[in-house]
């Protein structure tokens, strides 16, 4: 699966974006781009952190403290398409946006959302700068 993040850009404290990713190329035997999505970011100096996730089970969407209330993850799978929308942007919030994915999971996504390293697909993510 290729992933392609849209809609980064330069925007005032207060502001809002409305990102999206997505999926092309090859879903597997099930035609299934995935069952777990996330939005992660990374600032200069930083460790990339997962600000929202959502998959095709039970519970969800989870979202990091720092945005809960500000960021909403959606998903339009007939257009195996993903967005966050952020609003009340905050300096703070300048990141390298990356959308990321998994199709099978045995664990409990609910424990592991958070963690970069159960996703298997990435994009090449969308710059967010917030002035």
């Known amino acids: 699966v290729q992933l392609v993040e849209s809609g980064g850009g330069l925007v005032q404290s207060g502001g809002s974006l409305s990102l999206s990713c997505a999926a092309s190329?090859?879903?597997?035997?099930?035609?299934?781009?995935?069952?777990?999505v996330a939005w992660l970011r990374q600032a200069p100096g930083k460790e990339r952190e997962a600000v929202a996730a959502?998959?095709?089970?039970?519970?969800?969407?989870f979202y990091a403290d720092a945005v809960k209330g500000r960021f909403t993850i959606s998903q339009d799978t007939a257009k195996n398409t993903a967005y966050l929308q952020t609003n009340s942007l905050k300096p703070e919030d300048t990141a390298v946006y990356y959308c990321a994915t998994r199709t099978d999971f045995k664990f409990s996504f609910a424990n592991y959302w958070s963690q970069a390293g159960i996703y298997d697909s990435w994009g090449q993510g969308t710059q967010v700068t917030v002035s």
């Open positions: 959502d998959h095709s089970g039970n519970g969800g969407p």
């Open positions: 190329g090859y879903y597997g035997p099930n035609h299934v781009a995935w069952n777990h």
